[in-house]
């Protein structure tokens, strides 16, 4: 054993295993390729700069905006809305109708309607009606400001907002507790015709107690109409949407309602006023045959 040990002790060591080769280096340029790469006194070479971009073309000011004067219409109107915006103390209160009994109404007697008037029976005929209906019950409504008196109306003229290529007018109804369904719906028919072509009479477009906006036939939901001076309130109308209602026995049915939105001059109508008249309104749609009984 002990010789075994100084046999191995006597052996040389064996040589540690050299690494692989690299791959040799690049081979370095000789001075004469050097220098005519790169001269005394040469900067290094660079990329090409990129060209700048396209300067933007100079626009004036004249295409890009235009200018022109406000129309006679569009001026009064300007005026008129900023001094009520100024003057009077706006608030606006909502509330949703069912318009299922209306609807009813209009599919089981249009075809007799048009054969007997030659006029389809409509939807603001209704509303119309039902305004007329919530001012008797409510006349505080029906009242407006002149300076530190409060002037009642005992008569019933509403104003109609018509849309023209020009603005909005809102031609008026006379004594619309007087008209039937028909003589309504010809009247708004006209004055919507006659709007487009601008042949309204200044007389047809003042002195209404009361206005009726219908935002529903541009797709409106929900708006708040602007008083129209002098009047003290003023009704928006909205599209009708079906959506989901609890009814009878808390059964959910889908129902088409619209959404009505009154704006009030609160210095003259109280919100108890109001919230009543606009209620009143949504109850004599729901059950317009109450307009027959007048109830």
């Known amino acids: 054993m002990i010789e075994h040990l100084e046999r191995r002790a006597a052996e040389p060591a064996a040589a540690p295993a050299r690494p692989s080769p690299a791959d040799p280096p690049a081979a370095e340029p000789q001075r004469g390729e050097a220098l005519a790469q790169r001269a005394p006194g040469s900067a290094p070479a660079t990329r090409p700069a990129a060209e700048p971009p396209a300067a933007a073309r100079a626009v004036s000011s004249s295409e ?7 129309s006679s219409l569009r001026k009064r109107l300007a005026q ?14 909502f509330n949703e109708v069912d318009m ?12 007799r309607f048009v054969a007997r008037h030659g006029k389809k029976l409509g939807f603001m005929s209704f509303f ?13 409504v029906n009242a407006r400001i002149e300076g530190e008196e409060i002037i009642q109306n005992h008569y019933y003229d509403i104003g109609i907002a018509v849309g023209t290529d020009k603005g909005l007018v809102v031609p008026v109804l006379r004594d619309a507790d007087d008209l039937g369904f028909a003589a309504i719906e010809e009247r708004i028919a006209d004055y919507g015709a006659r709007a487009q072509q601008r042949r309204l ?16 036939v541009y797709g409106s939901l929900v708006s708040t109409p602007i008083l129209n001076p002098p009047q003290s309130a003023i009704l ?8 989901p209602m609890v009814v009878e026995d808390d059964r959910i ?14 210095r003259l109508i109280d919100g108890l006023e109001a919230v009543t008249f606009l209620k009143h309104i949504v109850e004599v749609l729901e059950q317009p045959e109450r307009l027959l ?3």
Request: charged share 25%; aromatic share 6%; proline share 3%.
């Open 64 to 70: 890009r905006e235009t200018r022109q004067p406000m």
């Open 80 to 93: 008129r809305l900023t001094d009520v915006q100024q003057s009077a103390a706006i608030l606006t209160t």
């Open 100 to 111: 299922s009994a209306v609807m009813a109404m209009r599919r089981r007697f249009q075809e």
């Open 128 to 140: 119309v009606k039902a305004v007329v209906d919530a001012l008797k019950t409510v006349p505080a």
């Open 201 to 216: 009479e200044l007389s047809e477009l003042t002195g209404g107690v009361f206005t009726i906006s219908n935002g529903g």
């Open 236 to 243: 928006g109308m909205h599209a009708i949407k079906k959506r």
């Open 253 to 266: 049915e889908a129902r088409p309602m619209m959404y009505l939105a009154l704006s009030y001059d609160h």
């Open 293 to 295: 009984f007048e109830i």
